[in-house]
């Protein structure tokens, strides 16, 4: 018996090198990939998958692959919180990664502090994931406060005086009117009218007669994926030829393709880099994988997704081989300027914010985004 030790040692020794060099990195994702949001969520896990595809090609982050586990919670916040769950206890997931949509985010935050898990790039820009600093979330994406601002101050700049809002009825929309609002301060205007629409249930036909009394110029549309396509038609029904606006989280093809007919000249928010600018190193880079892979053009949420990626990974090789939850997060937090592509993402212990760019772009020929 004592013998054959040796050999069941080497055997043993073997087999556990084996298991430990080809491990995989779990990483989980909750998001709606049915439901409002599908057609956006997919395009920003395309993005994603773009990147981590592409690192798990050549042999992964210290020889492990990273494997990311998604689960579809149909945009239901109770469902991202029991899927996020499941993810970080019955997975063990290192990290949650690009989960959609504000009162979902929400929904599980007090799960990463209770489980000691990072939440890295969640794909929404409220603040209350930006302020107070969450120590275990880490956004890759500036503020729908930002950009709705920047949105008014566009408008304004263009020579429209009457702009109305319509807000979905959760979080995601009392966050973003505040910055619609401040948007109007920055202008000296005031609102032609705000009306608030059910998010499971959405009516707009309160909107439409707005509109129509108050002979609104343009109407900022705050929700999300079909609720907006929604409000369009509504209006567009209606006769209105009204200059509509919507924020980043409809920057997506399969968003524009549900607006059919009443895409062109819709204005959409973007935070990060026009998908075709050759001046964008993180865009060129996710176009050569793109079509290297065998896709075809690259969309906004694309672009998202991907940088969320970049970010992930990044914070992975500098964890070391064999990361903690705890390791993973104070590296995320110490990371500063780091280059993902034109972009410096950096963080510290009273910023978890990462990027503050915002711009616009409007749907033209061909229903492309145009900027």
Wanted: hydrophobic share 45%; charged share 20%; proline share 4%.
């Amino acid at each position: 018996m004592w013998a054959d030790a040796p050999l069941l040692f080497a055997t043993l020794s073997a087999t556990i090198f084996a298991t430990t060099a080809h491990a995989d990195v779990l990483i989980g994702q909750t998001s709606g990939f049915t439901g409002s949001v599908a057609a956006s969520v997919k395009e920003a896990t395309d993005g994603a998958k773009l990147y981590l595809d592409s690192v798990n090609k050549a042999g992964g982050v210290h020889g492990e692959k990273i494997k990311l586990i998604s689960l579809d919670d149909k945009f239901d916040p109770k469902l991202a919180a029991e899927n996020a769950k499941t993810l970080i206890v019955d997975n063990n997931v290192l990290a949650l990664f690009l989960t959609r949509g504000t009162p979902h985010n929400q929904a599980i935050m007090p799960l990463l502090t209770e489980h000691r898990v990072p939440l890295v790039a969640p794909s929404t820009g409220a603040m209350v994931l930006h302020k107070p600093v969450h120590p275990w979330l880490f956004n890759v994406r500036a503020t729908y406060q930002r950009e709705a601002e920047r949105a008014v101050q566009h408008l304004s700049l263009i020579g429209i005086e009457k702009i109305g809002v319509a807000q979905v009825d959760d979080s995601f929309g009392a966050d973003a009117v505040v910055g619609v609002m401040a948007g109007f301060a920055a202008v000296g205007k005031t609102a032609a009218f705000v009306e608030k629409f059910d998010r499971a249930h959405p009516d707009f036909k309160s909107t439409v007669a707005k509109t129509q009394s108050t002979s609104a110029q343009a109407v900022i549309i705050l929700g999300s994926g079909q609720a907006v396509v929604d409000g369009v038609t509504a209006l567009r029904d209606s006769g209105s030829r009204v200059q509509i606006v919507t924020l980043s989280n409809n920057a997506s093809s399969g968003f524009v393709a549900s607006l059919g007919k009443n895409a062109r000249g819709i204005i959409v928010g973007q935070v990060f880099p026009y998908e075709r600018s050759r001046n964008a190193a993180i865009v060129t880079e996710a176009q050569a994988l793109s079509t290297a892979q065998g896709h075809g053009d690259i969309t906004p949420a694309m672009v998202e997704g991907f940088a969320g990626a970049k970010v992930l990974v990044e914070a992975l090789r500098r964890a070391g081989p064999h990361p903690t939850r705890q390791k993973l997060r104070d590296t995320l937090e110490n990371m500063q300027k780091v280059n993902i592509g034109g972009l410096e993402i950096s963080y510290g212990p009273n910023d978890h914010s990462g990027l503050d760019f915002a711009d616009l772009s409007i749907v033209g020929e061909g229903n492309r985004f145009v900027r």
